[in-house]
């Protein structure tokens, strides 16, 4: 079988893992780092840059870099409105429910987006192993619903990438914790990262890691605390900030926020708006306890759900940067009574635990096993628009459940179905999932038809339905429409368009190259024209080297590497008489340099073998 | 296949659950669809099923409550809170009262403790009932008892089932109090 990928696709960093004789290891890219930034940036002339090269144009082009689209998967536009309040983007005017944020004219919707990061792990993996790679295993919040864990799914196929299994970060970062520690027992996944929190409780014992419970927020992360800072210094700054200052803004809360990790005191300093104050540990503390608090809240429902209590746990796994944050190591060592074990490296265990679930998937390994649980519970609407559950949260999936449906009018041809997700009693406070149709009903007295409808939940946490009319054993059509996600035609049309990027992504490597290339020979030219041989190339071949030369430093500013390369041809061709003539004086040189040397070594040998 | 044939036990209710934690991990080991990634699509799709059909049945099985309602529907009979005994449901309604009053924040701390021992005290008489009438319909499974008295066990367990709702809402309710 081809090899499997592991990819942790993160609101702030993503990873690309792979198990090679039975241990995990991250694939670094090409600058030699593991952690490639999510961040994507949008140049004028189409091209698209990802990670840390991304990542050096936020302050500059805060329009077109786009970061932390993760929070945005699955969503529309009233779900992150208040996002949008403190980020530099531009929305498109159709986001209702698929947001679509503009770039240069152009609608991107965070699938799309999230497919360029993808893209660069997958080249980054195939350059490193040196094959061609499809198939992954990629990680979410384990909270994510029914339409996040689709738009993840999407933003792969979109990269080219067959996904083969959504898993939970907080399961895989378990795998990646089990595989190292053998541990059995209950243990707790606490798994604070830069835009979701998850919890999650398992049972590991022979190598079965069975999920008990989880619970989180799918809007809970750095970013928020990011967001507390960055509201601190709007509100204290005297000049009244454009959005074009948000990105060093927040670059600046970020960086006290960390520093704060290990120092009592920090700086937030923003030069441009005049603005700057100390920031101590007490009130970073006061000011993110809310915030900390809600993750507990989190946990305790987590344990209620699993019939726990906080001494059943016995090792608490603590993922996710922002477990870094002293505040948070304290908190959840109080409620679970006991150091967390923080040896993992909270950036890396969701990848190398995706890794590992990659092996088995591959076959690599069947003595490990995960059991993993939908998150929300699954329902219909019923009269009065009340939610009717039928596959609670917590449960193992895959999970099936079947619900009988029938006529209300006599003749009744259509019943309509609304899929829910989500704790409450009501429809209006729940999660609306998709809606279909049960058509082509035969015409029979209201009451009568029975049509049964199968509701499930796979491996990855997505449904999928199937209608059945008892009576005539028909099968019923049932076109699902999702409400917060793409159809089926139009990821099939982001693939297609996907294409033209993954030729202008060759494209604009290849101009790179040239350009590299280029330079080389541009700076061995200058050589060659302070060179003595110079002199003795007649005036013509001296002009065409100056006019190759001269053409080709033009070249090299335009976005075609075809034209960079004949230039470079050119000038190649131009000094090909000049390099042989300095070649042979060299050669020439060396080689008297040595005689003069060997005759130098040879004699005092002699002379010392004499004595 | 019914939940009691996924994993091969007869229709009772007295379930070891430490025999059935390990039968459901034993199975799982052999049914996931982690371990059909490279099969043919027909073969996925039935270790899909079969997982789903595995879970389903853990799940209910894994709750004497949802065990027992399995067990009456199968037989062909159904719990239904409608049908409990008035006397019962009056002494529900006392109790709703009573927690309406602690919602209300005119409760003492000792009323609102004497409330949770008498919803507590509802609840275990609740699980004794089910259990002994559970423990009955075994005896009569493993005597192979006629048609007519096992009718009438069934008819008992759907008695007792119907009241289940009612006892978790109390609790549930008094648990939510702001």
């Known amino acids: 079988m081809a090899r499997i990928v592991g990819i942790d696709l993160g609101t702030t960093n993503s990873l690309v893992a792979i198990v090679e004789n039975g241990t995990p290891r991250v694939i670094p890219g090409p600058d030699g780092n593991n952690l490639v930034p999510s961040v994507i940036y949008f140049g004028e002339n189409g091209e698209v840059l990802i990670g840390n090269p991304a990542k050096a144009k936020l302050i500059e082009k805060p329009k077109n870099t786009i970061f932390s689209i993760k929070r945005f998967m699955g969503k ?41 990061v993808l893209r660069e792990l997958k080249r980054n993996a195939e350059a490193a192993l040196g094959e061609d790679i499809v198939n992954a295993v990629i990680t979410v919040p384990a909270y994510f619903n029914d339409a996040q864990r689709q738009a993840t799914k999407d933003a792969g196929r979109i990269a080219g990438l067959d996904v083969l299994r959504i898993v939970n970060e907080p399961t895989a970062a378990s795998l990646a914790y089990g595989l190292q520690e053998q541990k059995q027992g209950i243990v707790a996944v606490y798994d604070f990262g830069g835009g979701t929190f998850d919890v999650s409780i398992l049972k590991l014992s022979e190598g079965i890691f069975e999920v008990l419970s989880t619970s989180g927020d799918t809007h809970l992360g750095g970013d928020d605390i990011d967001e507390q800072l960055m509201r601190l210094v709007l509100a204290e700054s005297k000049t009244t900030p454009d959005p074009r200052d948000f990105p060093s803004i927040r670059k600046a809360t970020n960086k006290a926020k960390e520093d704060l990790s290990s120092a009592d005191e920090a700086e937030i300093s923003i030069p441009s708006l005049g603005y700057s104050r100390k920031l101590t540990r007490k009130e970073f503390d006061a000011l993110i306890t809310p915030t900390v608090e809600r993750t507990l809240k989190s946990c305790r429902q987590a344990l209620q759900d699993a019939g726990l209590k906080p001494g059943d746990v016995s090792e608490v796994v603590m993922v996710g940067g922002s477990t870094r944050i002293p505040l948070v190591r304290s908190r959840v060592q109080e409620l679970f009574g006991r150091v967390p074990h923080t040896s993992l490296n909270p950036d890396e265990v969701v990848a190398l635990g995706a890794a590992v679930q990659a092996d088995i998937l591959a076959g690599g390994k069947r003595d490990m096993l995960l059991l993993d649980v939908t998150p929300l519970s699954l329902g219909i609407e019923t009269m009065g628009g009340v939610m009717s559950k039928i596959i609670p949260r917590n449960s193992t999936i895959p999970a099936s459940a079947s619900e009988m449906f029938t006529t209300f009018v006599e003749g009744q041809t259509n019943v309509k179905v609304h899929v829910l997700q989500g704790e409450r009693e009501l429809v209006q406070d729940c999660r609306s999932l998709a809606q279909f149709d049960l058509k082509d009903i035969p015409p029979m007295p209201a009451g009568l038809p029975r049509i049964e409808v199968k509701f499930l939940i796979d491996a990855d946490g997505i449904l999928s339905v199937a209608a059945q009319e008892q009576r005539t054993g028909k099968y019923q059509s049932v076109a699902v429409k999702p409400t917060y996600g793409l159809t089926d035609e139009e990821v099939e049309r982001m693939i297609l368009e996907s294409f033209e990027y993954a030729e202008s992504d060759i494209e604009a490597r290849e101009v790179i190259e040239a350009r590299n290339e280029a330079s080389t020979v541009l700076i061995a030219t200058d050589k060659g024209l302070k060179s003595e041989e110079f002199a003795d190339l007649s005036a013509d071949e001296r002009n065409e080297i100056i006019a190759a030369a001269a053409h080709l430093q033009e070249t090299v500013k335009i976005e075609d590497h075809r034209a960079i390369r004949d230039a470079i041809e050119r000038l190649s061709q131009a000094t090909q008489r000049l390099a042989e003539m300095i070649m042979n004086s060299a050669i020439g040189k060396a080689l008297k340099n040595k005689r003069v040397r060997e005759v130098d070594t040879d004699e005092p040998t002699d002379h010392l073998d004499k004595h | 296949m019914n939940y009691f044939e996924v994993f091969g036990l007869p229709k009772t209710l007295n379930i070891d659950l430490k025999t059935l934690e390990r039968k459901f991990h034993e199975l799982s080991r052999k049914y996931h669809p982690d371990y059909f990634t490279t099969a043919a699509p027909e073969q996925r799709q039935q270790a899909l099923q079969m997982t789903a059909t595995l879970n389903d049945a853990y799940r209910t099985l894994r709750h004497p409550v949802q065990r027992a309602e399995y067990l009456v529907e199968l037989e062909g009979f159904k719990a239904d809170g409608s049908k409990v005994p008035k006397s019962f449901l009056m002494e529900v309604f006392e109790i709703n009262e009573q927690i309406e009053e602690v919602k209300a924040g005119s409760a003492t701390k000792e009323q609102i403790a004497a409330l949770r021992g008498e919803i507590e005290a ?16 075994d005896n009569l499974v493993a005597s192979s008892a006629e048609e007519s008295q096992r009718k009438q066990q069934l008819t008992k367990l759907t008695e007792i089932l119907s009241e289940s709702s009612y006892i978790r809402n109390l609790q549930r309710d008094l648990e939510e109090k702001p």
């Open chain 1, 76 to 116: 529309g536009m009233t779900d992150v409105k208040d996002d949008l309040a403190l980020l530099p983007f531009e929305v498109s005017a159709e986001s209702e429910n698929i947001l679509k944020l503009k770039v240069f004219g152009r609608d991107y919707t965070p699938p799309e987006i999230s497919a360029f």
């Open chain 2, 122 to 137: 509802r609840a275990a008489k609740f699980d004794s009932e089910l259990k002994s009438a559970s423990l009955a319909w």
